[in-house]
């Protein structure tokens, strides 16, 4: 069983930024995708930043909305994905959720409120 946490949401300005952090603990076996989602009210969940591990090859993948503003990383070490987000908008607003794939099983944090707002 893998656990993912989030962390690092919050209230922000416009403009502002803020760091997301997914930690994930337990058996995590082999990785073969993390990244963040976001859910807003009345829409679709929609993907944000995601990396996937193929025959030792990392790919990311940003949505439109958010490439050049948004970047992922992770600490392999600490088992954990962050989300850095940069000039932050309203239509940011969402919960953000951290998905991963491990072993071939899909786990969901509970997510992190990201408010951008003046």
């Known amino acids: 069983q893998v656990q993912l946490v989030e962390s690092g949401g919050g209230l922000v300005q416009p403009g502002g930024s803020l760091r997301l952090s997914c930690a994930a603990s337990g058996t995590i076996g082999r990785i073969y995708t993390m990244g963040w989602y976001r859910q807003i009210p009345g829409k679709q969940r929609e993907l944000v930043a995601v990396f996937t591990v193929f025959t030792g090859v990392e790919t990311t993948n940003y949505a439109d909305s958010v490439r050049g503003r948004f970047t992922i990383a992770r600490d392999n070490a600490k088992n954990t994905v962050y989300l850095q987000m940069n000039s932050l908008k309203p239509e940011d607003t969402a919960v953000y959720l951290c998905?991963?794939?491990?072993?071939?099983?899909?786990?969901w944090g509970q997510g992190t409120q990201v408010t951008v707002s003046s």
């Open positions: 998905k991963g794939v491990f072993g071939g099983r899909i786990y």
